[in-house]
């Protein structure tokens, strides 16, 4: 059975939830990526570049959308190369640090909309090799899972180019399955054991950030009328510091108020648009 807060953050991910027909579509693209990494000798790498490369494929839907450049408008300068640009807008794959992408992404709104897709690691699956004889052992599933919080954070390293027309973001909360190297420390070698690679099974939802309203998904319903960042990290099952860092974004884009202040800690509600 689901604690309440859990409960609370999975009804909001309902509406979300890919179909069988879009899912489908995903494994083709994860099994044909397989083979090709497989080919080239490419897994063993870190799971970010597996992952980019699968949603790259996918949200290209074919080849020759990938890795294209884009030139600015009236072709002044060289542009920049963007991981998938279709006629119907430009889509940068990113998992960390999206101050990097300010320049890109200038440079890409000036000729047409963008989307960065964030991938969240929804479900993990973990396998351990032992580098010895190459065994691999069976599959565990980790009890935890990733609504997505942190890309408020990365929002928040873009300053005033975010919300901006044209400008949007796109979670894929993916079930990836893990493996790790036995080359630990302690008995299990497990303490501080290297990861070798990871690979998504699943796409498990898409959620579309385009106006301030569609942030009300990262709202459950379990927050009480008025809170503190601790509540809202209770009701989002998350740590302190990124509850903290969450409700300023969510003030960014007006989708809570802060209203005043509890000894110490500061006390937000949901605005209009919340």
């Not at 497989?38 to 790498?45: N, P, Q, R, S």
């Not at 609504?147 to 909360?173: H, I, K, N, Q, W």
């Amino acid at each position: 059975m689901q604690s309440a807060p859990r409960q609370a953050l999975l009804d909001r991910l309902e509406p979300h939830l890919c179909d069988e027909a879009r899912r489908a579509e995903f494994s083709e693209v994860c099994d044909r990526t397989e083979g090709e990494l497989t080919a080239t000798g490419g897994i063993g790498t870190l799971a970010e570049k597996t992952i980019h490369s699968v949603l790259k494929h996918f949200y290209a839907g074919v080849p020759e959308y990938e890795e294209r450049r884009v030139l600015p408008p009236a072709g002044r300068g060289t542009g920049f190369v963007a991981d998938v640009a279709r006629p119907d807008g430009i889509f940068e794959i990113q998992t960390r640090h999206f101050y990097l992408l300010k320049k890109k992404l200038h440079a890409f709104l000036a000729v047409s909309p963008v989307t960065i897709v964030y991938p969240v690691v929804y479900r993990k699956t973990l396998r351990w090799v032992d580098p010895a004889d190459g065994t691999v052992s069976a599959p565990r599933r980790t009890g935890k899972l990733d609504f997505g919080y942190r890309v408020l954070t990365e929002l928040y390293s873009l300053g005033d180019m975010f919300p901006r027309d044209g400008l949007s973001v796109r979670l894929a909360l993916l079930d990836v399955e893990e493996f790790k190297m036995l080359d630990g420390y302690g008995p299990s070698r497990k303490i501080r054991a290297s990861r070798s690679d990871g690979f998504p099974q699943d796409l498990v939802a898409e959620v579309e950030l385009r106006s301030p309203t569609d942030y009300a998904y990262f709202l459950p319903e379990t927050l009480p009328g008025e809170f503190t960042s601790a509540d809202y990290a209770s009701a989002c099952v998350i740590r302190r510091d990124l509850a903290q860092a969450s409700v300023r974004v969510l003030c960014a884009l007006g989708v809570l108020e802060r209203i005043g202040t509890s000894g110490r800690n500061y006390v937000y509600r949901r605005s209009v648009n919340g």
